[in-house]
């Protein structure tokens, strides 16, 4: 980081989080949701436009 810059590079704690996101959380979310949610629905946004379109709804 430059010389004065207030931001910090993230800790390996966060960065292992981040990178093991997809394969230790994920999956727990998705049995949560579907144990205790199965008639709520669920949406996926995988684009700006989909946020953005579900924000304009």
């Known amino acids: 980081m ?3 810059c207030p931001e910090q590079l993230p800790d ?3 960065l ?3 990178w093991t996101f997809e394969t230790r959380v ?3 979310i998705a049995s949560a949701i579907d144990r205790f949610g199965p008639n709520v629905p669920v949406v996926t946004l995988t ?3 989909g946020f953005a379109t579900l924000l304009d709804a």
């Open 2 to 4: 430059a010389e004065g």
């Open 12 to 14: 390996l704690e966060f």
């Open 16 to 18: 292992t989080f981040i």
């Open 26 to 28: 994920a999956p727990r």
């Open 47 to 49: 684009s700006r436009r």
